[in-house]
């Protein structure tokens, strides 16, 4: 351990001296000063600077390679912006803070998609709902039109008309799925297929009756059908469906399955087949297998590699597939086509120690943009053109330099029962001369079944800003470490996942790396459950925890579940296989629930959750702050306004980092 401490020392000051002598993009004023002359900066200065979202977001190419789209967003403005290569300058711009854009393609050279989401209330239903829809830009006139409104011959009170499964050969049209009533008293509407028309996308064409239950389709990039997925919750029957030839369809796949758990997700590029995920019984991985459209025989080997993690397909808008993205801390590619594969490991290899995203590529692959995350970068977009150098684009983050980019480490530990637990490890700047002792943050990610990478992460950033040391553990349930890593979180919420949890903080304190004495632990989603059960369980530990959007009562989460989706919902399932092992009680999940074990807690407690959180219900929260209060616990509530799950706005986002860092700082100082 002491070699351990020696090493990384030496690796802390190498990774912050290099980080320090790239500064292209600095910041201005005394944030930059702060930085430079490595001391801690100050609460405003760092809530100012990583609390915002990325000013630069969604980095796009059109298909000749002419124009850039992109997403700015400022404390003033929220834009999309198309913006000539040639020309150095700007084609149009649309304001988008009303609908919030997650996603933007170029149809052509003049249209670009947008898909948004909005919280909103929807007329006749109770409570707020998450709305996606899809926007089309005229890049020659900069006109902005909705393609798909309910009751526009669709069905009012839908949630998800952002869907586009497909385009016409020509782009005039695009399809995509809606569900479409035969009379105002049908309460159990047909979610058909929809063709818009890009020029006059009011009044769409049913050209696909669906059922009920289905649940996606699949076409061929020129208008034509190649599949119709049904997946009916009530008798647990998964099919793929196919056009016969005579205007009927046939079933080529058939499966009851309590989990929705055959993922269909794309079409390969011969068309004759669909790729979905699933898991390999041969290597107990998942991996991306093929269905064959002729007769739904599925292949027995997994596309890729058998190996590793798989994280992702890259697909386009007619989710065609042309590659496979591997998880782990850093993300790798396998491309189906090897000329495709040639392009990608050439800009790979140019940031061998980087986080490199592949954002979106030209149809003939002769244009690609990345973005370079990690080291001494906030996220940096570039363009690569077949025969050219790289160019610069712009960074994600204009505020943040690459003096202000704390170092990270890996080192991985073994838990108690001898499980390795990869960890990242981010190191306050300020400390790099003698980063020993440190107060330190541990901070579980979120699912559980996620990971954290070597991507910019603006949180475990802003608090090594603080001069706080930042530990996160990718504990046992997480993915990207193999199907053993993951299996073994199973059934293990509040228990050997936490223990992993405690594990770490034991492991470096008694390594002489964070000062046991000044530990909190902060988490958002799962990761605000392992920060109050860890209050809760092992309340020794931990000097204050905080809790963003976290699950604190098990059964009260699955029965909003059930009351949402039904008891036999597959998410539901899911849930349920994922908490406990087997069989269960209610007294079962109470053992594993903050809620019930708040009088344990002895460490001062800030909870933190959106008003429009759909997915841990902002009940969890208010019911654990009642009782901490109860049990004469120092317990903080704070409501976030108009906010979701995922604090996806820059005022809530700085709202929460300010009152984390002001909450945890008189647990965290030397003094």
Same mark, same amino acid.
């Given at each position: 351990?002491?070699?351990?401490?020696?090493?990384?020392?030496?690796?802390?000051?190498?990774?912050?001296?290099?980080?320090?002598?790239?500064?292209?993009?600095?910041?201005?004023?005394?944030?930059?000063?702060?930085?430079?002359?490595?001391?801690?900066?100050?609460?405003?200065?760092?809530?100012?600077?990583?609390?915002?979202?990325?000013?630069?977001?969604?980095?796009?190419?059109?298909?000749?390679?002419?124009?850039?789209?992109?997403?700015?967003?400022?404390?003033?403005?929220?834009?999309?912006?198309?913006?000539?290569?040639?020309?150095?300058?700007?084609?149009?711009?649309?304001? *988008?803070? &009303?609908? /919030?854009? !997650?996603?933007?393609?170029?149809?052509?050279? %003049?249209?670009?998609?947008?898909?948004? =989401?909005?919280?909103?209330?929807?007329?006749?239903?109770?409570?707020?709902?998450?709305?996606?829809?899809?926007?089309?830009?005229?890049?020659?006139?900069?006109?902005?039109?909705?393609?798909?409104?309910?009751?526009?011959?669709?069905?009012?009170?839908?949630?998800?008309?952002?869907?586009?499964?497909?385009?016409?050969?020509?782009?005039?049209?695009?399809?995509?799925?809606?569900?479409?009533?035969?009379?105002?008293?049908?309460?159990?509407?047909?979610?058909?297929?929809?063709?818009?028309?890009?020029?006059?996308?009011?009044?769409?064409?049913?050209?696909?009756?669906?059922?009920?239950?289905?649940?996606?389709?699949?076409?061929?990039?020129?208008?034509?059908?190649?599949?119709?997925?049904?997946?009916?919750?009530?008798?647990?029957?998964?099919?793929?469906? *196919?056009? &016969?030839? /005579?205007? !009927?369809?046939?079933?080529?796949?058939?499966? %009851?399955?309590?989990?929705?758990?055959? =993922?269909?997700?794309?079409?390969?590029?011969?068309?004759?087949?669909?790729?979905?995920?699933?898991?390999?019984?041969?290597?107990?991985?998942?991996?991306?297998?093929?269905?064959?459209?002729?007769?739904?025989?599925?292949?027995?080997?997994?596309?890729?590699?058998?190996?590793?993690?798989?994280?992702?397909?890259?697909?386009?808008?007619?989710?065609?597939?042309?590659?496979?993205?591997?998880?782990?801390?850093?993300?790798?590619?396998?491309?189906?086509?090897?000329?495709?594969?040639?392009?990608?490991?050439?800009?790979?290899?140019?940031?061998?120690?980087?986080?490199?995203?592949?954002?979106?590529?030209?149809?003939?692959?002769?244009?690609?943009?990345?973005?370079?995350?990690?080291?001494?970068?906030?996220?940096?977009?570039?363009?690569?053109?077949?025969?050219?150098?790289?160019?610069?684009?712009?960074?994600?983050?204009?505020?943040?330099?690459?003096?202000?980019?704390?170092?990270?480490?890996?080192?991985?530990?073994?838990?108690?029962?001898?499980?390795?637990?990869?960890?990242?490890?981010?190191?306050?700047?300020?400390?790099?001369?003698?980063?020993?002792?440190?107060?330190?943050?541990?901070?579980?990610?979120?699912?559980?079944?996620?990971?954290?990478?070597?991507?910019?992460?603006?949180?475990?950033?802003?608090?090594?800003?603080?001069?706080?040391?930042?530990?996160?553990?990718?504990?046992?349930?997480?993915?990207?470490?193999?199907?053993?890593?993951?299996?073994?979180?199973?059934?293990?919420?509040?228990?050997?996942?936490?223990?992993?949890?405690?594990?770490?903080?034991?492991?470096?304190?008694?390594?002489?790396?964070?000062?046991?004495?000044?530990?909190?632990?902060?988490?958002?989603?799962?990761?605000?459950?392992?920060?109050?059960?860890?209050?809760?369980?092992?309340?020794?530990?931990?000097?204050?925890?905080?809790?963003?959007?976290?699950?604190?009562?098990?059964?009260?989460?699955?029965?909003?579940?059930?009351?949402?989706?039904?008891?036999?919902?597959?998410?539901?399932?899911?849930?349920?296989?994922?908490?406990?092992?087997?069989?269960?009680?209610?007294?079962?999940?109470?053992?594993?629930?903050?809620?019930?074990?708040?009088?344990?807690?002895?460490?001062?407690?800030?909870?933190?959750?959106?008003?429009?959180?759909?997915?841990?219900?902002?009940?969890?929260?208010?019911?654990?702050?009642?009782?901490?209060?109860?049990?004469?616990?120092?317990?903080?509530?704070?409501?976030?306004?108009?906010?979701?799950?995922?604090?996806?706005?820059?005022?809530?986002?700085?709202?929460?980092?300010?009152?984390?860092?002001?909450?945890?700082?008189?647990?965290?100082?030397?003094?």
């Amino acid at each position: 351990m002491e070699n351990y401490i020696k090493t990384l020392t030496r690796c802390v000051q190498i990774l912050t001296v290099t980080a320090l002598t790239h500064t292209a993009n600095a910041a201005d004023g005394a944030v930059q000063d702060a930085a430079s002359s490595n001391e801690v900066m100050s609460i405003e200065q760092v809530v100012s600077a990583y609390g915002v979202l990325p000013q630069t977001q969604q980095m796009r190419v059109s298909p000749d390679g002419s124009l850039l789209a992109f997403r700015k967003v400022t404390a003033e403005k929220d834009l999309v912006v198309v913006y000539s290569l040639k020309e150095n300058k700007l084609v149009t711009g649309v304001n *988008v803070g &009303d609908i /919030d854009p !997650g996603y933007l393609y170029f149809l052509d050279d %003049e249209h670009l998609v947008l898909v948004a =989401s909005e919280n909103m209330r929807l007329a006749g239903y109770r409570g707020r709902h998450d709305i996606s829809s899809a926007f089309v830009l005229n890049v020659s006139n900069g006109e902005l039109d909705q393609l798909l409104r309910p009751g526009d011959v669709i069905a009012k009170g839908q949630t998800g008309l952002g869907s586009i499964v497909g385009t016409s050969d020509n782009n005039k049209y695009l399809y995509m799925p809606a569900y479409v009533a035969e009379s105002k008293a049908d309460r159990s509407p047909d979610y058909s297929l929809m063709r818009v028309n890009l020029e006059s996308p009011r009044r769409p064409r049913q050209i696909v009756k669906g059922e009920p239950d289905t649940r996606d389709y699949f076409m061929d990039g020129q208008g034509n059908l190649l599949a119709e997925e049904i997946y009916d919750n009530g008798t647990n029957l998964h099919e793929i469906d *196919v056009p &016969d030839g /005579d205007g !009927g369809w046939k079933t080529i796949f058939s499966r %009851e399955t309590a989990l929705y758990d055959y =993922s269909m997700m794309a079409v390969t590029a011969d068309l004759k087949s669909l790729v979905f995920l699933d898991t390999d019984e041969s290597t107990g991985r998942e991996g991306y297998f093929t269905m064959s459209l002729a007769d739904g025989s599925i292949s027995q080997e997994p596309i890729g590699r058998s190996d590793a993690d798989v994280a992702g397909l890259l697909t386009d808008i007619n989710r065609i597939a042309y590659g496979v993205i591997y998880s782990g801390f850093k993300p790798s590619y396998q491309m189906f086509d090897p000329a495709h594969q040639a392009r990608v490991d050439s800009i790979t290899e140019q940031f061998p120690d980087q986080h490199l995203t592949l954002t979106d590529w030209s149809p003939d692959w002769k244009r690609l943009v990345f973005m370079v995350q990690g080291g001494a970068s906030a996220g940096t977009y570039y363009l690569s053109s077949e025969g050219k150098k790289l160019r610069y684009l712009s960074s994600a983050y204009g505020e943040i330099s690459d003096a202000m980019v704390n170092p990270t480490v890996l080192h991985t530990y073994k838990a108690r029962d001898g499980l390795s637990i990869p960890t990242i490890l981010t190191l306050p700047s300020s400390r790099a001369e003698n980063p020993r002792k440190m107060p330190a943050v541990i901070m579980p990610h979120g699912g559980p079944a996620a990971y954290d990478s070597l991507s910019f992460d603006w949180m475990a950033q802003a608090l090594a800003a603080r001069g706080y040391l930042v530990v996160q553990p990718q504990f046992r349930g997480s993915v990207g470490f193999g199907l053993d890593h993951y299996m073994a979180g199973q059934g293990e919420w509040g228990r050997k996942m936490q223990d992993d949890i405690t594990d770490a903080v034991e492991y470096f304190g008694n390594g002489g790396l964070l000062d046991p004495e000044h530990v909190c632990i902060v988490g958002a989603s799962y990761g605000g459950y392992a920060a109050l059960a860890g209050a809760a369980y092992t309340p020794e530990l931990y000097s204050c925890a905080v809790s963003i959007n976290g699950v604190t009562d098990l059964e009260g989460l699955l029965d909003d579940r059930r009351s949402s989706g039904g008891d036999d919902h597959w998410v539901v399932e899911y849930f349920e296989r994922s908490m406990v092992k087997g069989e269960y009680t209610e007294d079962d999940l109470k053992a594993i629930s903050p809620l019930f074990a708040a009088d344990k807690v002895k460490a001062p407690v800030l909870l933190i959750h959106g008003e429009n959180d759909k997915v841990v219900p902002i009940e969890q929260s208010e019911d654990m702050h009642d009782e901490l209060k109860d049990a004469g616990k120092e317990s903080t509530f704070i409501e976030l306004d108009n906010e979701s799950h995922y604090l996806q706005y820059s005022k809530t986002r700085q709202q929460t980092l300010k009152a984390i860092l002001e909450f945890v700082d008189p647990y965290l100082s030397d003094s």
